[in-house]
């Protein structure tokens, strides 16, 4: 089961958590309003950036957007997150990183990792159309 968790002695929280909050929205916006048999509702989010300090190599401590983390629990900049509201299907859109960054990063995840990691129905790259 996948967790979300900020370091080896915190507190894990199953990333079901997050799926849950995503129907709870979901249920509440199908409640309180009567879209169209032809709509396709969609709840679009964008997460944090990193932000340089002084446009150097340096960056300040980066913290997710809150609305964010709590449909995805996502805690990696530059990515983005939908929910269809018809269906609950939610897709995460993660950044292409560089091959260079896993010298510095550790192995890259893939889009099956973020799809395990953060149990979304799909993920696309953001620079995929």
């Given at each position: 089961m996948a967790?979300?968790?900020?370091g080896?002695?915190?507190?894990a929280i199953?990333?079901t958590?997050y799926?849950?909050?995503?129907t709870?929205?979901v249920?509440e916006?199908q409640?309180?309003?009567?879209?169209g048999?032809?709509?396709?509702?969609?709840?679009?989010?964008?997460?944090?950036?990193?932000?340089s300090?002084?446009?150097?190599d340096?960056?300040?401590v980066f913290?997710q957007e809150?609305y964010?983390?709590?449909l995805?629990?996502?805690?990696?900049?530059?990515?983005?997150g939908?929910v269809?509201?018809?269906?609950?299907r939610?897709?995460?859109?993660?950044?292409?990183?560089?091959?260079?960054y896993?010298?510095?990063?550790?192995?890259?995840?893939?889009?099956e990792?973020?799809?395990k990691?953060?149990e979304v129905d799909t993920?696309y790259?953001v620079d995929?159309?």
């Open positions: 967790v979300f968790q900020m080896s002695h915190t507190h199953p990333m958590l799926r849950d909050n995503r709870k929205v249920n916006l409640r309180a309003h009567n879209f048999a032809d709509s396709m509702p969609v709840i679009l989010l964008q997460g944090g950036d990193n932000i300090h002084y446009d150097t340096v960056d300040y913290r809150s964010f983390t709590y995805f629990g996502v805690t990696e900049p530059g990515c983005y939908t269809e509201i018809k269906t609950g939610s897709t995460l859109y993660v950044p292409r990183l560089p091959e260079e896993a010298v510095w990063m550790g192995p890259l995840l893939g889009l990792d973020f799809k990691k953060y993920v790259f995929e159309s």
